[in-house]
């Protein structure tokens, strides 16, 4: 049989999947994937069993059920104080992943660039890929803060889309107003282009509080901002989340929606329709805090240096004073033979380059937690 040719040749299985499996395989605790194993608000539940016996088995309209719509606009309006039109300025999609496929097919054309930092998501630049395009890769530094004038240096004609993650995956870091800044000036100063905002972890933030591109008037009219159910509300397999983005904008990125997946499932939508009045997210932040600090202290014991974390369920680390490995070796080693599954950071740079980090996941219940780090505190 003849093989295809491949569209993304340089691509694999992403780590994720890779430390996932050994963890499963090895039988170790998996700190590895961004997925929180604590069960979900009994009231969503409760809804989803009525929704399921009900009437809502057949295709929503494209852009997503008329009252998800509505229920997302005001949330903007609440959380941000910005008002959205939620015929033309939402869209519900198949997690924040499908926004931000959809929103990169509609921006990027063969040759354009799109600017992505590293260390970053992993679908941003295969996307861009899938276009046509070229992903111009800029390293954060360390401590995975931004050098805004590195960000500027990459950009050139071809350049359409700016892409950010904020909080962000993997570091924990939380953009400041001087970031935000720094944002505004970059796209002042470079009119033609778009800014592709990744806000999926907009209500886990801590002392650092997130800002988010919905409040600012001088970008947003140039913006998509990507929010995630899923993260929300601890539902990531319910593959849910939504796309706010000016009306010139959502136009083309419906147009290729509706032949991506053309509508998200419909009993999801009605049970988040159900439920977004009452959740109170109010308290997600502080609920994510505690296990932010019950972790780091069952960590103070350990050899590993734990980094700051402003927000994110995600806590990086070095092992310098454990091991001279490289972080890949490091984290297999760690879920083989010390039951521990964790993700390199080196997974999330392009160029690959090993800091000699790991990420934990610390959206666990209690008792996950607390044998975990027992372990750690072992190595
Ligand atoms: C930064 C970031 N963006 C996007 C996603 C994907 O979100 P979803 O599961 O809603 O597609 C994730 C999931 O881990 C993420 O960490």
């Not at 604590?38 to 009525?50: H, Q, T």
């Not at 910005?82 to 015929?87: A, G, I, K, L, T």
């Not at 609920?287 to 350990?302: A, C, E, I, T, V």
């Amino acid at each position: 049989m003849s093989k295809i040719k491949s569209k993304l040749p340089h691509v694999g299985t992403t780590i994720f999947s890779v430390m996932s499996k050994m963890a499963a395989e090895h039988n170790a605790i998996n700190l590895s994937q961004g997925f929180p194993n604590f069960p979900v608000a009994p009231e969503l539940v409760e809804n989803y069993k009525k929704v399921i016996e009900g009437e809502y088995h057949q295709y929503m309209p494209m852009p997503g059920s008329p009252r998800l719509l509505v229920e997302i606009s005001e949330k903007v309006s609440k959380h941000y104080g910005r008002n959205v039109n939620p015929e033309e300025e939402v869209l519900v999609t198949s997690g924040a992943t499908q926004a931000i496929y959809t929103v990169i097919q509609a921006i990027i054309h063969r040759e354009d660039e799109a600017i992505v930092l590293d260390p970053s998501y992993d679908c941003y630049a295969p996307s861009v890929e899938l276009a046509g395009g070229k992903p111009i890769h800029v390293n954060m530094e360390a401590d995975f803060s931004v050098d805004w004038n590195k960000v500027e240096d990459a950009i050139s004609a071809k350049t359409k889309l700016l892409i950010i993650n904020n909080p962000h995956n993997p570091g924990g870091t939380v953009f400041s107003e001087a970031d935000m800044q720094a944002i505004e000036l970059i796209m002042e100063r470079n009119p033609h282009v778009y800014l592709l905002s990744d806000e999926v972890y907009e209500f886990i933030h801590f002392e650092q509080k997130h800002i988010s591109v919905n409040t600012r008037k001088a970008i947003r009219e140039r913006s998509f901002i990507v929010s995630s159910f899923g993260k929300t509300f601890h539902v990531t397999g319910w593959k849910i989340g939504y796309l706010v983005a000016p009306k010139f904008l959502m136009e083309e990125v419906k147009k290729i929606h509706q032949y991506v997946v053309f509508c998200v499932n419909s009993t999801a939508q009605q049970t988040l329709s159900n439920y977004l009045p009452q959740a109170d997210l109010s308290q997600l932040g502080e609920f994510y805090q505690k296990k932010r600090d019950f972790f780091r202290g069952l960590m103070k014991n350990s050899r590993f240096e734990l980094l700051d974390c402003q927000g994110t369920y995600f806590q990086v680390a070095r092992y310098n004073e454990i091991s001279n490995l490289g972080d890949v070796d490091f984290a297999t080693e760690m879920t083989q033979k010390h039951g521990v599954a964790v993700i390199p950071v080196s997974g999330f740079n392009k160029d690959q380059h090993d800091d000699h980090l790991i990420r934990f996941c610390f959206a666990k219940d209690e008792e996950t937690i607390i044998k975990a780090t027992e372990k750690l505190c072992k190595i």
